[in-house]
Protein backbone atom coordinates (compact mmCIF):
# COMPACT_ATOMS: atom_id res chain seq x y z
CA UNK A 1 0.00 0.00 0.00
CA UNK A 2 1.11 3.51 -0.76
CA UNK A 3 -0.11 6.40 1.61
CA UNK A 4 -0.90 9.44 -0.50
CA UNK A 5 -2.20 13.26 0.35
CA UNK A 6 -4.45 15.68 -1.23
CA UNK A 7 -2.30 17.63 -3.75
CA UNK A 8 -4.65 19.73 -5.19
CA UNK A 9 -8.36 20.25 -6.53
CA UNK A 10 -8.73 21.56 -10.08
CA UNK A 11 -10.83 20.92 -13.60
CA UNK A 12 -9.46 18.80 -15.90
CA UNK A 13 -8.57 21.40 -19.07
CA UNK A 14 -9.96 19.36 -21.58
CA UNK A 15 -13.35 19.04 -20.35
CA UNK A 16 -13.81 21.26 -17.44
CA UNK A 17 -14.43 18.00 -15.14
CA UNK A 18 -13.70 18.57 -11.42
CA UNK A 19 -10.88 15.88 -10.30
CA UNK A 20 -8.59 15.37 -7.06
CA UNK A 21 -4.90 15.25 -7.50
CA UNK A 22 -3.06 13.11 -5.17
CA UNK A 23 0.06 12.80 -4.41
CA UNK A 24 3.22 10.18 -2.71
CA UNK A 25 5.19 11.63 0.00
CA UNK A 26 7.92 11.37 -2.32
CA UNK A 27 6.18 14.40 -4.34
CA UNK A 28 7.27 11.60 -7.63
CA UNK A 29 3.79 10.11 -8.20
CA UNK A 30 0.61 11.38 -8.96
CA UNK A 31 -3.22 9.75 -8.83
CA UNK A 32 -5.75 12.04 -10.55
CA UNK A 33 -9.60 10.98 -10.29
CA UNK A 34 -11.97 12.52 -11.82
CA UNK A 35 -15.22 13.36 -9.28
CA UNK A 36 -18.46 15.11 -8.94
CA UNK A 37 -18.65 18.98 -8.27
CA UNK A 38 -20.35 18.35 -5.27
CA UNK A 39 -17.83 16.17 -3.78
CA UNK A 40 -15.10 18.67 -5.27
CA UNK A 41 -17.26 21.51 -3.16
CA UNK A 42 -17.53 19.26 -0.04
CA UNK A 43 -13.19 18.77 -0.34
CA UNK A 44 -12.79 22.28 -0.96
CA UNK A 45 -15.11 23.62 1.65
CA UNK A 46 -13.32 21.19 4.71
CA UNK A 47 -9.65 21.99 3.12
CA UNK A 48 -10.85 25.82 3.43
CA UNK A 49 -12.12 25.38 6.82
CA UNK A 50 -15.54 26.59 5.35
CA UNK A 51 -18.27 25.59 7.97
CA UNK A 52 -22.07 25.28 6.34
CA UNK A 53 -24.49 26.13 8.52
CA UNK A 54 -25.94 22.49 8.25
CA UNK A 55 -24.23 19.64 8.15
CA UNK A 56 -23.00 18.10 4.47
CA UNK A 57 -23.50 14.65 3.40
CA UNK A 58 -20.36 13.81 4.65
CA UNK A 59 -20.29 15.35 7.89
CA UNK A 60 -23.43 13.45 8.46
CA UNK A 61 -21.48 10.21 8.02
CA UNK A 62 -18.97 11.33 9.88
CA UNK A 63 -21.00 11.99 13.19
CA UNK A 64 -23.22 8.80 12.50
CA UNK A 65 -20.34 6.50 12.73
CA UNK A 66 -18.56 8.37 15.71
CA UNK A 67 -21.94 8.16 17.58
CA UNK A 68 -22.17 4.53 16.74
CA UNK A 69 -18.58 3.92 18.46
CA UNK A 70 -16.88 3.57 15.22
CA UNK A 71 -12.90 4.52 15.07
CA UNK A 72 -11.74 5.44 11.45
CA UNK A 73 -8.70 3.97 10.01
CA UNK A 74 -7.94 4.70 6.65
CA UNK A 75 -9.29 5.14 2.92
CA UNK A 76 -7.90 2.71 0.69
CA UNK A 77 -8.44 2.81 -3.50
CA UNK A 78 -8.23 -0.46 -4.04
CA UNK A 79 -8.70 -0.95 -8.01
CA UNK A 80 -9.80 0.55 -11.40
CA UNK A 81 -12.82 -1.44 -13.05
CA UNK A 82 -13.35 -0.41 -16.45
CA UNK A 83 -11.93 2.84 -15.80
CA UNK A 84 -13.88 3.62 -12.83
CA UNK A 85 -11.86 3.61 -9.40
CA UNK A 86 -13.06 1.61 -6.18
CA UNK A 87 -12.45 2.75 -2.90
CA UNK A 88 -12.96 1.55 0.70
CA UNK A 89 -13.38 2.76 4.27
CA UNK A 90 -11.99 1.15 6.61
CA UNK A 91 -13.51 1.88 10.63
CA UNK A 92 -12.75 -0.08 13.77
CA UNK A 93 -16.10 -1.07 16.36
CA UNK A 94 -15.28 -3.17 18.91
CA UNK A 95 -12.43 -4.28 18.04
CA UNK A 96 -13.73 -5.78 14.39
CA UNK A 97 -12.50 -4.02 11.24
CA UNK A 98 -15.43 -2.75 9.40
CA UNK A 99 -14.90 -1.79 5.51
CA UNK A 100 -17.67 0.26 3.54
CA UNK A 101 -17.07 0.20 -0.57
CA UNK A 102 -17.36 3.78 -1.44
CA UNK A 103 -16.75 6.35 -4.48
CA UNK A 104 -13.13 8.03 -3.78
CA UNK A 105 -14.62 10.78 -4.17
CA UNK A 106 -17.03 10.49 -0.79
CA UNK A 107 -14.36 8.51 1.05
CA UNK A 108 -11.62 11.05 0.57
CA UNK A 109 -14.05 13.66 1.15
CA UNK A 110 -14.34 11.61 4.87
CA UNK A 111 -10.81 11.04 4.67
CA UNK A 112 -10.00 14.86 5.07
CA UNK A 113 -12.69 15.55 7.67
CA UNK A 114 -11.32 12.50 9.70
CA UNK A 115 -7.86 13.03 9.22
CA UNK A 116 -7.95 9.10 8.14
CA UNK A 117 -4.95 8.30 5.86
CA UNK A 118 -5.38 7.95 2.01
CA UNK A 119 -3.54 5.16 0.80
CA UNK A 120 -3.72 3.23 -2.76
CA UNK A 121 -2.92 -0.49 -3.96
CA UNK A 122 0.46 -0.45 -5.70
CA UNK A 123 -1.61 -2.11 -8.84
CA UNK A 124 -3.61 1.00 -9.16
CA UNK A 125 -1.08 3.31 -9.07
CA UNK A 126 0.44 1.54 -11.69
CA UNK A 127 -1.90 1.68 -13.91
CA UNK A 128 -3.18 5.10 -13.21
CA UNK A 129 -0.10 6.97 -12.29
CA UNK A 130 1.14 10.52 -13.75
CA UNK A 131 5.20 10.61 -12.83
CA UNK A 132 6.69 13.78 -12.14
CA UNK A 133 9.43 13.54 -14.83
CA UNK A 134 11.62 16.34 -13.54
CA UNK A 135 11.82 14.39 -9.81
CA UNK A 136 11.78 11.39 -11.02
CA UNK A 137 15.07 12.46 -13.27
CA UNK A 138 16.37 14.05 -10.03
CA UNK A 139 16.33 10.84 -8.00
CA UNK A 140 17.25 9.06 -11.05
CA UNK A 141 20.35 10.99 -11.52
CA UNK A 142 21.11 10.95 -7.06
CA UNK A 143 20.88 7.58 -7.58
CA UNK A 144 23.32 7.01 -10.84
CA UNK A 145 25.56 9.65 -8.97
CA UNK A 146 25.54 7.10 -5.73
CA UNK A 147 26.31 3.99 -7.54
CA UNK A 148 29.02 5.57 -9.72
CA UNK A 149 30.75 6.99 -7.10
CA UNK A 150 30.57 3.55 -4.63
CA UNK A 151 34.20 2.01 -3.80
CA UNK A 152 35.01 -1.65 -2.38
CA UNK A 153 35.55 0.19 0.78
CA UNK A 154 32.11 1.83 1.31
CA UNK A 155 30.90 -2.16 1.62
CA UNK A 156 33.34 -2.72 4.76
CA UNK A 157 31.62 0.36 6.95
CA UNK A 158 28.29 -1.81 6.46
CA UNK A 159 29.29 -5.25 6.30
CA UNK A 160 32.65 -5.35 8.23
CA UNK A 161 36.15 -6.75 6.87
CA UNK A 162 36.42 -9.40 4.39
CA UNK A 163 32.88 -8.68 2.30
CA UNK A 164 33.00 -10.59 -1.34
CA UNK A 165 36.13 -12.88 0.18
CA UNK A 166 35.26 -16.07 -0.09
Do not use: C
Amino acid sequence: MIELQISGLGFDPKNMSPMVLLRDTADINFLPIWIGIFEAASIAMEMQGVKPPRPMTHDLLKTAIEKMGGIFQRILISEIRDGTFFANIEVEKDGKKLSFDARPSDAIALAVRTRMPIMVSEQVMMQAKLVNAEKDEEETRKFKDFINNMRPEDFTKFYGQGFGQG
